[in-house]
C-alpha cells in the first residue's frame, strides 16, 4: 500500500517526506530527492508542491509547456478523482493540433548528483480521449502517430533533436511498427538503445506483456537510473499486474545516448528533465492526462553499492589483446570499503580473486581500487562476470560480458609526422588468425566499378589477398581504393547469389542487387586497423544485413597449410539461423561451380541482432569442426536455414579462421573428481585455442560413447558437470 504526503505546514511535510523515501524513522543520513505531489495547488509563489511551480526544493524550474502547431492545451492541479486514494493531483489536456506537444520539468544536479544512480517514480492515469467531444478510445488511438511517451529527455518533436540525448523512454502507441524497433499497439513499451547509433529505429522497443493501456487506469511508473553505464531499468504496474524489464530481458536496458564514448558527461544535464509527450494524429481529438506522486530519488553516500566504473576490454570488444590484460576500477561511496575477498572474476568458468591470480592496488580500507588479471592468453574467447560487494555486502550490478583476443593479419594505418601523408603499418605475429570481412566477396576484374570514386582496374583476379580496409572515412575521406573492395562488382552465380525477393541498396558494394551491407550497426568496436591515431576519424564498420537462406558469398584467398577453426561473427532476433561453409571444388571464375561441404554455423536467435557473437563452425551434432586449407582455396558463406529477408532478422560482420594443433596435449588428465549431492564434477587442463569433446560412456565394453558438451580451451583449467543418473558413467576427454 502506498503512503502519501498531505502539506499540514511546510515543515511538517518535509519531515514526513524524508521518513517516507528513506523508510526510517530517523533523517539523520537523508536521500536527496525531488518530489512534486502536488499539494499545495496552483501556483509561482514558492511554496512546497505547486505547479506550474518554480525554483527550489530539488526543481531547477518549474512546470514549462511546449505545444505542436495549432495545439492547446488547459492544465492545473484538481482533486475530483484522485489517483491511487490520493488528493490533489495533475491533469491537463492537449487537443487542436496534429503535432506532439509536451509538458516536462528539470530537477536540479546539486540536489540530484546525474553521475550516481537515482530513481524516478511517477503514477499516471488517461483518462479520456474524445473526437469532437465524443469518447474516441481506443478507436481515436489507433495509428503509430497516435502516441504518449516518458522520457529523461527532451522530445525532438518541440524544437532541435536533443532526445537522442535522453536516459530512460517508455512509449505507447496505436498501431504497431511496421519495421524497427519493434513496438507493438496498446502496450506500455520500454526502450533499448543501439550502441552504435542515437536514432530510435535502431533500437528496439520491449513491450510488456501482461500491462495493457486502457483509459481509467492508473499506472505506476519506476524507473532505475545508472547514470555512468547509461543504462536503465523500467517497472510499470497496473495494480493487477507488473512488467519489470530486468526481469523480461535479462539485463538492464540502455539509453538512447548509450554509444562510446563512455560517458557522455556533457550531456547529463539533458537527462534532468522529466519529459512527458503526446500526439493526436488528428485535428478535432483531446486527450485527457493525469499524473500524480512524482519523485526523483537517491541514496545517501554510505547506502550507494559499490560500482565498477571502468573495464578493460569494453564489452564485446573483439580483437582486444592478451597483453593489454584485464583491467577495472572499482568504486564505493561515503565510509565504505572494498576488501580483497569480496572482489571476484569468473572467467570462464573458473574464479579469479587476490589469492589466486588477481592483482589490486590499495588495501581493504579502500574505498576505490584497480583490479587486474594478466593470465589472458592470445585467440581465445572469453566470458567475464565481475563480483564485487562492500564491506556491508551490497553488491554491484555485476558486470557480465564477453570479448576475444584473437590477433588478426594487422595493416593500420598511421599519419607520418613530417608530412602528414597516411601509411600503413604491418604486423604480422607467427599466430595471426585470417579475418574474412563478410563484405569482401569475390568481385569481376575486367566489369566496371560501382562508383566512380572507385578508380582502380590494376586487378587480374576475383580477390585481394592482403586487402585493407577501404571506403569513405566518418569525415567522407575516401581510403585504400587499390587494396581495398570498396565499390567493387562482383557477378551473381559466379561471386555471390542472392535471393530474388531480397530488398536492394548498400554503401560498401552497391552494385550487386539484393545486398545490404551497412554502417555502425552492431554492438562491434572498430578495429585499430579501421582507426585513425586521432582515435576520432575512422572507417565504418560494416555489416551484412537481411542475411536469408539461398544467398551466398565466396571468398578466395591464399592459405598457409594448416587446420584452422572458424567463427562467424553474427547476430539474430527472433529466428534461428543456420549457415554452412563450403570448399568451391571447380574453377571459381565461373558458372555451376561445384563444392563440399566443411560444416555448419548455428546462429540462435537472441535479444538483438546487433549483439554479435563469434559461432563456431560444427557438424551437425554440434561438435567442433575442423578444416585443411592450403594454398590458393575459395571458400563459400551459404544460408541454410532463416527468416525471410525482408523481415531483416540477422546481421554478419566477418569469419575468423584460427590456425590450431591437433595434437593432444601431454599429459592431459581428468582431476578433481567429486561428487556433491546429485552432481557430479571433474576437471582438466587445457590448451588455448584447442578443441575437447567430453563424452561418456554407462559401460566400458561398448563404443556407444555420448557426447557431454564440446569446448574450446584458452589455457585454463576447465570444469566440467554432469547430473548424477544411473549407477555409473565413464567419462573420456577426445581432441577434438
Known amino acids: ?194 550502441p552504435a547509433s542515437t536514432t530510435e529505429n535502431l533500437g528496439a522497443y520491449y513491450n510488456a506483456t501482461n500491462v495493457t493501456f486502457a483509459t481509467n487506469t492508473v499506472y505506476h511508473f519506476k524507473l532505475q537510473i545508472d547514470p555512468y553505464n547509461r543504462l536503465y531499468e523500467g517497472t510499470v504496474s497496473d495494480g493487477v499486474n507488473t512488467y519489470n524489464t530486468t526481469t523480461a530481458v535479462g539485463r538492464k536496458l540502455r539509453w538512447r545516448q548509450f554509444g562510446p564514448p563512455v560517458p557522455f558527461t556533457t550531456d547529463f544535464g539533458n537527462t534532468t528533465l522529466l519529459t512527458f509527450v503526446s500526439r493526436n494524429n488528428h485535428a478535432a481529438r483531446t486527450n485527457f492526462q493525469s499524473m500524480d506522486s512524482l519523485s526523483v530519488i537517491q541514496l545517501p553516500a554510505d547506502q550507494r553499492p559499490a560500482r565498477v566504473t571502468q573495464v578493460l576490454p ?95 593479419y594487422s595493416r593500420y594505418r598511421t599519419t607520418t609526422t613530417t608530412n602528414s601523408t597516411n601509411v600503413f603499418i604491418e604486423i604480422n605475429p607467427s599466430n ?40 569513405f572515412t566518418y569525415d567522407s575521406q575516401l581510403v585504400e581504393r587499390t587494396n581495398g573492395y570498396f565499390m567493387r562488382q562482383g557477378v551473381a552465380g559466379i561471386d555471390f547469389k542472392v535471393d530474388s525477393t531480397a530488398n536492394t541498396g548498400s554503401n560498401f558494394r552497391s552494385c550487386p542487387p539484393g545486398i545490404n551491407i551497412r554502417n555502425e550497426t552492431s554492438d562491434d568496436f572498430n578495429r585499430q586497423e579501421q582507426l585513425w591515431t586521432d582515435g576520432v576519424t575512422a572507417l565504418r564498420e560494416n555489416v551484412l544485413e537481411r542475411a536469408s537462406t539461398n544467398m551466398w558469398f565466396n571468398y578466395t584467398h591464399e592459405w598457409t597449410n594448416a587446420q584452422y577453426m572458424v567463427y562467424l561473427r553474427a547476430g539474430c532476433i527472433l529466428s534461428n539461423y543456420t549457415f554452412a561453409l563450403d570448399k568451391v571444388t571447380s574453377d571459381y571464375t565461373q558458372t555451376n561451380q561445384t563444392t563440399t561441404n566443411i560444416g555448419i554455423f548455428q546462429l540462435p536467435a537472441g535479444l538483438k541482432k546487433e549483439i554479435l557473437k563469434n559461432y563456431l563452425l560444427t557438424d551437425t551434432n554440434g561438435a567442433p569442426k575442423l578444416v585443411t586449407l592450403s594454398g590458393k582455396e575459395t571458400v563459400r558463406l551459404t544460408g541454410i536455414a532463416g527468416a525471410s ?88 576427454v577426445k581432441n577434438p
Open 645 to 732: 529477408p525482408t523481415l531483416n532478422f540477422c546481421f554478419l560482420n566477418y569469419m575468423v579462421f584460427l590456425p590450431v594443433s591437433t595434437a593432444v596435449p601431454v599429459n592431459i588428465s581428468l582431476t578433481n573428481a567429486m561428487a556433491n549431492g546429485t552432481n557430479f564434477s571433474f576437471s582438466f587442463n587445457t590448451v588455448a585455442s584447442t578443441p575437447y569433446t567430453v563424452q561418456y560412456n554407462i559401460n566400458l565394453s561398448t563404443t556407444n560413447w555420448t557426447t557431454l558438451t564440446n569446448l574450446i580451451g584458452d589455457g585454463s583449467p576447465v570444469v566440467i558437470q554432469d547430473a548424477i543418473t544411473g549407477s555409473e558413467r565413464y567419462y573420456r
Open 314 to 408: 569494453r564489452r564485446a570488444e573483439t580483437f582486444y589483446p592478451a597483453v593489454s590484460n584485464v583491467v577495472l576500477d572499482v568504486v564505493t561511496y561515503g565510509t565504505n570499503s572494498l576488501p580483497s575477498s569480496n572482489i571476484v572474476f569468473n572467467l570462464n568458468g573458473t574464479n579469479f580473486t587476490s589469492t589466486n591470480g588477481l592483482t589490486l592496488t590499495g588495501t581493504d580500507a579502500s574505498s576505490s581500487r584497480t583490479v587486474t588479471y594478466s593470465g589472458l592468453v592470445s585467440n581465445a574467447i572469453y566470458n567475464l562476470t565481475v563480483n564485487l560487494t562492500d564491506q556491508a555486502g551490497r553488491a554491484s550490478s555485476s558486470p557480465s560480458f564477453f570479448f576475444d583476443t584473437f590477433v588478426p
Open 1 to 194: 500500500m502506498k503512503t502519501y504526503v498531505k502539506k499540514t505546514t511546510v515543515l511538517a511535510a518535509s519531515a514526513l517526506l524524508c521518513a517516507m523515501l528513506l523508510n526510517m524513522t530517523s533523517t539523520s543520513a537523508q536521500a536527496q530527492s525531488a518530489t512534486n505531489y502536488f499539494t499545495d495547488g496552483n501556483g509561482t509563489d514558492g511554496t512546497l508542491d505547486q505547479y506550474p511551480g518554480g525554483t527550489g526544493n530539488g526543481w531547477a524550474a518549474g512546470w514549462v509547456t511546449a505545444l505542436g502547431t495549432s495545439a492547446a492545451i488547459v492544465n492545473g492541479v484538481t482533486n475530483t478523482a484522485p489517483l491511487n486514494s490520493g488528493s490533489n493531483y495533475l491533469s491537463w489536456s492537449i487537443g487542436g493540433g496534429t503535432a506532439a506537444s509536451t509538458i516536462r520539468r528539470q530537477f536540479t544536479n546539486a540536489t540530484i548528483d546525474v553521475t550516481q544512480p537515482y530513481t524516478v517514480e511517477f503514477d499516471y492515469r488517461l483518462d479520456n480521449l474524445t473526437s469532437n467531444g465524443l469518447p474516441a478510445f481506443p478507436g481515436g488511438f489507433s495509428g503509430n502517430s497516435d502516441y504518449i511517451v516518458f522520457q529523461g529527455g527532451v522530445s525532438s518533436d518541440i524544437g532541435p533533436d536533443v532526445r537522442a540525448k535522453c536516459s530512460y523512454m517508455v512509449r505507447v502507441q496505436g498501431a504497431a511498427n511496421a519495421a524497427q524497433p519493434g513496438l507493438v499497439a496498446l502496450r506500455w513499451s520500454f526502450y533499448d538503445g543501439n
Open 432 to 471: 595471426y588468425v585470417t579475418v574474412l570481412e563478410i563484405e569482401n566477396f569475390n568481385f569481376d576484374p575486367l566489369a566496371a566499378a560501382c562508383s566512380l570514386t572507385q578508380d582502380d582496374n590494376t586487378k587480374t583476379d576475383r580477390y585481394i589477398q592482403d586487402w585493407r580496409y577501404s571506403g
